[in-house]
């Protein structure tokens, strides 16, 4: 049986309680994992809170130190913890490895800001005094991690609290919480000290960590209706919070685009991880000129997409990560062609033996798809694009704006002045200009309007887990 990860001990919950972790390409349980609650989240809150001050202490040279060490042990198991990845969630054994290798490469990249914390001289009026600003961690942090993309999502909440000098009580998505547990027992075995992370287990441990006292600051990844559940359960307590949450990604592609460039890169931004991915394109807005050439091309690319279990060497996309989110998918979808939209690939979910107890689905493309179905207007998160024409770019601007989340964005064209347009137009934390929709380490991200607010990745995610202080010297 998992345990959770407690001041240096490996526990169940207090309430003796426990749940079962699903393989989805499978239908098989794959662990029995201990479901936890207010009064773990409690324990584990002022194993954080002991350890912290210790952790805080340390010579920043040494906290770079202990993490570069500790990641590279981790980045050593990285084989051994993809397919664990790929049991719990479905995602193809590839892409597992790419994700376990970026939990590692995460931590080394904190890890080499954790010494390099500036502040600031400021002269004041009166001259026999001055100022300094200083940053301090903020101490215990919370972080909250969605299910799709497990290892990612939690490094970029644990790297930057802990690089920082804050420590951390992470909760994993209930249905995703072993390759987690596997990185942090890895960073501890590398030399990471005990109660520097804590993992916790279990739906309940979710709201217990935004309302603990102790818990200063609440980073999350998930939906938006989650964010707005965990903004007003935080207010009481005036927490700092981070909302990484849902997207509605527009992508629009001009008549001057490189139409091979753009099929491979909006095939990949679509499908990507069986479709669930924040920042995939789930809007895709080509004009005229091009949109027959575009949709072949991206028929042609769906087409090699065989869905499968990610443990077998020739599936290209795995099974979506639960039955419910599938059929949120199939309503979606379904309701479009309610409406007057036509499928012109896929849909539907593949037949025989082999998909018979998993959560599978057939990648879709479709067209013709009205801006009232629930394809435009809600975050479509699985493998379904609706691929809608527009006459020029003013329309497609106006089309990709037309969303309640502002995530990210792209368009494809060769023309500067088109390109420049959209940079300063679309609503969203990121523009991709022809390229792929990678969050880089080097950028910040993260949402504005209903897609949250705080940043991840590059230094603004580092110094948000730090503190500004005002100091005055005076010089009697
Ligand atoms: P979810 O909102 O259901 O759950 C996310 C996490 O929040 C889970 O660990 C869950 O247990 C926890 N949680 C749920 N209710 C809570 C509450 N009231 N208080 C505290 N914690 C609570 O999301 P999901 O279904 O796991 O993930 C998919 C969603 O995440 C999609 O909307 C997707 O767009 C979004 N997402 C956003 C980003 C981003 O960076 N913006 C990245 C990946 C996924």
């Not at 699903?22 to 350890?51: F, H, L, S, W, Y």
């Not at 009166?126 to 497990?150: E, H, M, S």
């Not at 527009?390 to 969303?403: F, H, M, P, T, W």
């Not at 705080?454 to 603004?460: A, Q, S």
Request: hydrophobic share 40%; with cysteine.
């Amino acid at each position: 049986m998992a345990t959770m990860i407690i001041e240096g001990e490996r526990v169940g919950a207090s309430s003796g309680e426990t749940y079962q972790v699903m393989n989805p390409a499978t239908g098989e349980v794959i662990e029995q994992v201990p479901n936890g609650g207010p009064d773990d989240v409690d324990r584990a809150a002022r194993a954080a809170a002991k350890a912290q001050q210790a952790w805080a202490k340390l010579a920043p040279a040494e906290r770079a130190r202990i993490l570069h060490k500790a990641a590279d042990h981790m980045l050593g198991q990285a084989e051994e913890i993809a397919p664990v990845l790929t049991a719990e969630q479905g995602k193809t054994i590839l892409e597992s490895r790419i994700e376990a290798r970026r939990f590692g490469e995460n931590i080394a990249w904190f890890a080499d800001l954790a010494d390099k914390i500036h502040g600031e001289y400021v002269s004041l009026p009166d001259t026999t005094t001055y100022g300094l600003v200083l940053r301090k961690p903020i101490g215990v942090t919370g972080a909250i991690v969605p299910w799709n993309f497990p290892l990612t999502l939690a490094a970029n909440k644990v790297a930057p609290a802990i690089a920082a000098g804050n420590t951390v009580v992470l909760k994993p998505s209930s249905t995703t919480p072993l390759a987690t547990l596997r990185c942090i027992e890895s960073l501890i075995e590398g030399g990471l000290p005990e109660g520097v992370v804590n993992v916790v287990l279990g739906p309940g441990t979710g709201d217990a960590i935004v309302t603990h006292p102790l818990i200063r600051k609440v980073a999350l990844t998930g939906s938006t209706p989650t964010g707005k559940k965990v903004m007003a359960a935080a207010a009481p307590y005036l927490k700092k919070v981070v909302l990484e949450l849902g997207g509605s990604d527009p992508c629009i592609v001009l008549d001057d685009a490189d139409v091979d460039e753009a099929a491979k890169a909006i095939s990949v931004g679509r499908f990507f991880n069986c479709g669930q991915a924040c920042l995939a394109i789930k809007r895709l807005y080509v004009q005229e000129g091009v949109f027959d050439a575009l949709l072949d091309r991206l028929i042609e690319r769906a087409r090699k997409l065989k869905p499968g279990d990610g443990m077998n060497r020739d599936s290209r996309m795995g099974p979506m990560h639960t039955a419910g989110q599938r059929a949120e998918v199939e309503a979606q979808v379904q309701n479009a062609l309610d409406r007057g939209a036509r499928l012109v690939f896929g849909g539907g979910r593949p037949q025989g033996a082999e998909y018979d107890k998993g959560n599978f689905i057939n990648p879709a493309i479709l067209v013709d798809v009205p801006e009232d179905s629930r394809m435009v207007t809600e975050e479509v998160f699985g493998p379904a694009l609706p691929v809608m024409r527009i006459k020029d770019l003013d329309e497609g601007l106006v089309r990709a704006n037309a969303s309640p989340f502002g995530l990210g964005s792209s368009i494809w064209t060769s023309s500067m002045k088109a390109a420049h347009r959209a940079v300063q137009e679309l609503e969203a934390g990121y523009t991709w200009v022809n390229a792929l929709q990678i969050a880089h380490d080097e950028l910040p991200f993260g949402g504005t309007k209903e897609s949250g607010f705080g940043k991840e990745h590059g230094l603004e995610a580092f110094y948000q887990y730090t503190e500004q202080k005002s100091v005055v010297y005076g010089l009697v």
